[in-house]
C-alpha cells in the first residue's frame, strides 16, 4: 500500500513567540506540498500560540499524560492538547523513555488514551548503539514496539511509528538505507501481525538526523512513510527542502 508521507517536526525544549515567523513560513511553503502531510509538535505552552500564528495547519504536542484529568502536578491530559488546538501527539520518544524513564506498559496507555481522545499519534520506537552493536537491533525494536503499540486497532490511520535509532538523534549520524529498509519491513509485519490489514495503513517514519542532504535517499527507501525531524525543524530554510524531497519520494 503506498501512504502519503507525514514529515513531522519535533521542537523539543526550543521554541518561544518569537520563533513564530518561521512557523509561518513552513506553514506558508507546506501549501505548495499538497500531497505531503506536514505537522509540527511544538513545546505544550506554545501550541495555541502556534495554532492561531498558523490556522489549519497541524500542530502536535511532544508527550500526552494518559488520564483524563486528575492529581498528576505538571501533566497536560489529550483532551487539553485538543482544546489548545493540537491535532496530534508524539509519545514514547526516546529521550522520555531515558530521562523520565517512561516504560512501554505506559507509552502503550499514553497512545491508546491520545488516540481514544482524536488526537492523531507518533509512536516513537529505536534502539541504542549497543543494542545494534550486539545485532539485536531488529529483535529489541519490535519488541519494544509489540508492548508498546495499544491492543486495539482504534484509528489506525491516526497512528504512525517512528524509528528512532537512538544513536542517530541529534548526532549527525543516519542509519543506513539497507538497515532502515530491514528495520522497517520488520515494524511493518509487527503492526499487520497486531491490526491485521488495517496494520498496513499505519505510517512509519524515519527519525534521527534527517536533514535536506540526505531526504531525498530516506524517503526513496521502501517502507519509509515519512520522517520525524528534530534539529533540521526548527527553521524554514532547513525544513523546507525536506518536506519538497517527500514530495518527490
Ligand atoms: C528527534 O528528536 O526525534 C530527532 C530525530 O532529532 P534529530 O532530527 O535532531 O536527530
Given at each position: 500500500?503506498?501512504?502519503?508521507?507525514?514529515?513531522?517536526?519535533?521542537?523539543?525544549?526550543?521554541?518561544?513567540?518569537?520563533?513564530?515567523?518561521?512557523?509561518?513560513?513552513?506553514?506558508?511553503?507546506?501549501?505548495?506540498?499538497?500531497?505531503?502531510?506536514?505537522?509540527?509538535?511544538?513545546?505544550?505552552?506554545?501550541?495555541?500560540?502556534?495554532?492561531?500564528?498558523?490556522?489549519g495547519f497541524?500542530?502536535?504536542?511532544?508527550?500526552?499524560?494518559?488520564?483524563?484529568?486528575?492529581?498528576?502536578?505538571?501533566?497536560?491530559?489529550?483532551?487539553?492538547?485538543?482544546?489548545?488546538?493540537?491535532?496530534?501527539?508524539?509519545?514514547?520518544?526516546?529521550?522520555?523513555?531515558?530521562?523520565?524513564?517512561?516504560?512501554?506498559?505506559?507509552?502503550?496507555?499514553?497512545?491508546?488514551?491520545?488516540?481514544?481522545?482524536?488526537?492523531?499519534?507518533?509512536?516513537?520506537?529505536?534502539?541504542?548503539?549497543?543494542?545494534?552493536?550486539?545485532?539485536?537491533?531488529?529483535?529489541?525494536?519490535?519488541?519494544?514496539?509489540?508492548?508498546?503499540?495499544?491492543?486495539?486497532?482504534?484509528?489506525?490511520?491516526?497512528?504512525?511509528?517512528?524509528?528512532e535509532p537512538?544513536?542517530?538523534?541529534?548526532?549527525?549520524?543516519?542509519?543506513?538505507?539497507?538497515?532502515?529498509?530491514?528495520?522497517?519491513?520488520?515494524?511493518?509485519?509487527?503492526?499487520?501481525?497486531?491490526?491485521?490489514?488495517?496494520?498496513?495503513?499505519?505510517?512509519?517514519?524515519?527519525?534521527?538526523?534527517?536533514?535536506?542532504?540526505?531526504?531525498?535517499?530516506?524517503?526513496?527507501?521502501?517502507?519509509?512513510?515519512?520522517?520525524?525531524?528534530?534539529?533540521?525543524?526548527?527553521?524554514?530554510?532547513?525544513?523546507?527542502p525536506i518536506?519538497?524531497?517527500?514530495?518527490?519520494?
Amino acid at each position: 500500500m503506498t501512504l502519503s508521507k507525514l514529515v513531522a517536526g519535533n521542537w523539543k525544549m526550543h521554541g518561544v513567540s518569537s520563533d513564530l515567523d518561521e512557523l509561518r513560513a513552513i506553514s506558508a511553503a507546506a501549501g505548495d506540498y499538497p500531497g505531503v502531510d506536514v505537522a509540527l509538535c511544538v513545546p505544550a505552552v506554545l501550541i495555541e500560540r502556534a495554532v492561531r500564528a498558523a490556522p489549519g495547519f497541524a500542530i502536535g504536542a511532544q508527550d500526552v499524560h494518559h488520564a483524563e484529568k486528575g492529581a498528576h502536578t505538571g501533566n497536560v491530559s489529550a483532551h487539553m492538547l485538543l482544546d489548545a488546538g493540537a491535532t496530534l501527539t508524539i509519545v514514547g520518544h526516546s529521550e522520555r523513555r531515558d530521562a523520565q524513564r517512561e516504560r512501554n506498559e505506559e507509552v502503550r496507555a499514553k497512545a491508546k488514551a491520545a488516540l481514544a481522545s482524536g488526537l492523531g499519534v507518533i509512536l516513537c520506537v529505536g534502539e541504542s548503539l549497543e543494542q545494534r552493536e550486539a545485532g539485536r537491533a531488529l529483535d529489541c525494536v519490535t519488541t519494544q514496539l509489540a508492548a508498546s503499540l495499544p491492543e486495539t486497532p482504534e484509528r489506525p490511520g491516526s497512528l504512525a511509528v517512528a524509528y528512532e535509532p537512538i544513536w542517530a538523534i541529534g548526532t549527525g549520524r543516519v542509519a543506513s538505507c539497507d538497515d532502515i529498509k530491514e528495520m522497517h519491513g520488520a515494524l511493518r509485519r509487527c503492526l499487520v501481525d497486531r491490526f491485521g490489514p488495517a496494520g498496513s495503513g499505519v505510517r512509519i517514519l524515519y527519525g534521527g538526523s534527517v536533514k535536506p542532504s540526505n531526504a531525498a535517499e530516506i524517503f526513496r527507501t521502501p517502507d519509509v512513510d515519512g520522517a520525524l525531524v528534530g534539529g533540521a525543524s526548527l527553521k524554514a530554510a532547513d525544513f523546507v527542502p525536506i518536506i519538497a524531497a517527500a514530495a518527490q519520494g
